[in-house]
């Protein structure tokens, strides 16, 4: 069965903390992995598509990379605005539908 | 300037009634999506349609009907509300052709039945 996990489910970080979020997969053929944000109350807003093993993405202080087996989502000296839930979702080989992890919920202290 | 938009974004019943969401797309999108998100915030699809083609139909009650009048919205009708249908409901929409993948998502209908 394809599977996504994320962890931590939670983390609490101080400003200017860097850290890293893992996304795990186990599926029968990767099309693509994607990364999401969500705030609360509101949709999943797209962040990266990673296709291939080594593969990296960065987009200011997010920087996402992928290997066969699991993706990072690194974030660089975080802000209290970077607080959200971050989802990865893969894409599978042949089918038109996205399976998502549980997500992470990130909070950055002032 | 919304790209998918959905309505409404809250809405209270009663168990046993029918409601409708509504979902739209000014992406010029083909494909679009509905997924239920629950109180652990997982996200998982239920249905998707191709071009008014229903093309992914997951093990979802057939309580739940999707309706594509064109290929800019998707509806969303429950019939005979239960409990476990609280939830947040989520549309997405994407291009079929090209060379992404990438899913945009509605802002969500949060769904509370009583």
Known sequence: EDQVTQSPEALRLQEGESSSLNCSYTVSGLRGLFWYRQDPGKGPEFLFTLYSAGEEKEKERLKATLTKKES???ITAPKPEDSATYLCAVLIQGAQKLVFGQGTRLTINP | DTAVSQTPKYLVTQMGNDKSIKCEQNLGHDTMYWYKQD???????????????????????????????????????????????????????????????TQYFGPGTRLTVL
């Open chain 2, 39 to 101: 109180s652990k915030k997982f996200l998982k699809i239920m249905f998707s349609y191709n071009n008014k083609e229903l093309i992914i139909n997951e093990t979802v009650p057939n309580r739940f009907s999707p309706k594509s009048p064109d290929k800019a919205h998707l509806n969303l009708h429950i019939n005979s509300l239960e409990l476990g249908d609280s939830a947040v409901y989520f549309c997405a929409s994407k291009v079929t052709r090209g060379s992404t993948d």
């Open chain 1, 72 to 74: 990072f989502l690194h």
